[in-house]
């Protein structure tokens, strides 16, 4: 098992001293440090994450949401999860996002890794990445109507038909180039196989 370098509550601790200020609330669950902030302090929390020496985040693992529909007063929640690898911490900070302006600002200049996971993000709940440099879907097709992870998408949707496109107008198979098959020569008694003892 390997032995960290530092508790959830250390991690806690240098939070509140670092962030205290812009912290909505602080709290380990699970052994694991949550951390809540407005949209409008996640950058400035964020980026003391990665660049504060004492904290060191500077792996973001994950990004994604929760759709809340008539539980909370803020209908979505967007989820960073990072990860300092010299520290061994793990923390996850939450953000609670209107229903009316989904959006937060995006955290691609801080990870370039965040540039899929915000695009996912959009393309399954809505929710707008202010800033991103290439915010378009990423598993949907462009036409396609609605994001299939919010709670009132309707189970039978359907989409609207699109005239098909390139890869899928032809079937390219069949201009791919193939190399001929592996064959593999017959043993032959002159050649005895690598190891074999020869016959008396």
């Not at 990665?50 to 949401?65: C, G, R, V």
């Not at 598993?139 to 390139?166: N, S």
Request: with cysteine; hydrophobic share 40%; glycine share 6%.
């Amino acid at each position: 098992m390997v032995q960290l370098k530092g508790t959830s509550s250390e991690l806690l601790e240098v939070l509140q001293k670092e962030c205290g200020e812009i912290l909505q609330d602080g709290v380990v669950e699970l052994g694991s440090v949550v951390v809540s902030v407005d949209p409008g302090n996640l950058t400035k929390l964020l980026t003391s994450c990665k660049n504060s020496q004492i904290l060191a985040f500077n792996l973001l693992s994950d990004i994604t949401a929760v759709d809340w529909m008539d539980h909370r007063d803020e209908r979505f929640e967007v989820v960073y999860q990072l990860l300092s690898l010299s520290k061994l911490w793990r923390l996850t900070v939450k953000v609670p996002v209107s229903e009316s302006k989904p959006e937060v600002p995006s955290v691609v200049s801080l990870w370039g890794g965040a540039n899929f996971l915000e695009r996912e993000v959009w393309d399954m709940f809505g929710i707008r990445f202010v800033g991103h440099p290439d915010l378009r879907r990423i598993l949907m097709y462009e036409e396609f109507v609605g994001y299939p992870l919010r709670k009132d998408y309707p189970v039978q949707a359907k989409q609207p038909r699109i005239p098909l496109r390139a890869p899928e107008v032809e079937n390219t198979a069949r201009r791919m180039i193939r190399p001929d098959l592996v064959t593999i020569r017959s043993k032959t008694k002159s050649s005895p196989a690598q190891g074999a003892r020869p016959e008396k």
